[in-house]
């Protein structure tokens, strides 16, 4: 979405970046948003993913770009 830092984004408009442009930044953005930053957004999604039962999964980013300590098994 090229977004850029204090730029003010509806919600609706960065969901739209993340589904339609599979936009990274866009991803960031919301992950920040929700948790404060990247990486406190990846451990709560690590936890949900051990209360959904998720064993064979890490979650190291919001994006799902490549990071050694990021899997997901089907």
Not at 42 to 58: F, V, Y
């Amino acid at each position: 979405m090229f977004t850029r830092e204090g730029d003010k984004i509806r919600v609706i408009d960065l969901l739209r970046g993340i589904i339609v442009q599979s936009g990274n930044d866009a991803c960031v953005v919301v992950a920040e948003g929700l948790a404060g930053s990247e990486a406190n957004f990846a451990k709560r999604m690590n936890e949900k993913a051990q209360e959904l039962g998720l064993q064979n999964s890490r979650f190291a980013n919001s994006t799902g770009l490549p990071d050694d300590g990021h899997y997901m098994s089907v």
